[in-house]
Nanobody, 123 residues
Framework: VQLVESGGGLVQAGGSLRLSCAASGRISRIDDMGWYRQAPGKQRELVADITSDGSTNYADSVKGRFTISRDNAKNTVYLQLNSLKPEDTAVFYC??????????????????WGQGTQVTVSS
C-alpha cells in the first residue's frame, strides 16, 4: 500500500493550494482519511479528517479556511487550503486507515502515511 501526495509549494499569504493524496496497492476498503502537518520544531498535528461517508472534522486553526474531501472511486483525499497564513508553513502528510484481505481471506487493517509535501507561505 502506498500513499502519494502532491500539490505542495510556495505561496504568498492569502493564497491557495490544493493538496492531493492517492492510495494504491492492495486495498479492499479505506475508512477514515486525513491530513496532518508538522512545522519545524513542532509535533505533528491533525489538520482535518474525513470518514468514508463524508463526515469531516477540522482543527480549530483551519476551520473556515481549509476543506477536506475525498473521491472513493479514486482512493484519493484532497485538502483545499485557502487564505493561507505564514503559520500554516509545514510539511503536510496524508493518512489513511486501510483494510485488505490476505490470500487466505484474513482481513488486515493498517494505517498508512504519505511521504509528505512541503507547504510554505511567505508573508
Amino acid at each position: 500500500v502506498q500513499l502519494v501526495e502532491s500539490g505542495g509549494g510556495l505561496v504568498q499569504a492569502g493564497g491557495s493550494l490544493r493538496l492531493s493524496c492517492a492510495a494504491s496497492g492492495r486495498i479492499s476498503r479505506i475508512d477514515d482519511m486525513g491530513w496532518y502537518r508538522q512545522a519545524p520544531g513542532k509535533q505533528r498535528e491533525l489538520v482535518a479528517d474525513i470518514t468514508s461517508d463524508g463526515s469531516t472534522n477540522y482543527a480549530d486553526s483551519v476551520k473556515g479556511r481549509f476543506t477536506i474531501s475525498r473521491d472513493n472511486a479514486k482512493n484519493t483525499v484532497y485538502l483545499q487550503l485557502n487564505s493561507l497564513k505564514p503559520e500554516d508553513t509545514a510539511v503536510f502528510y496524508c493518512n489513511a486507515a486501510i483494510i485488505y484481505y490476505t490470500d487466505s481471506g484474513t482481513p488486515v487493517a493498517l494505517r498508512a502515511w504519505g511521504q509528505g509535501t512541503q507547504v510554505t507561505v511567505s508573508s
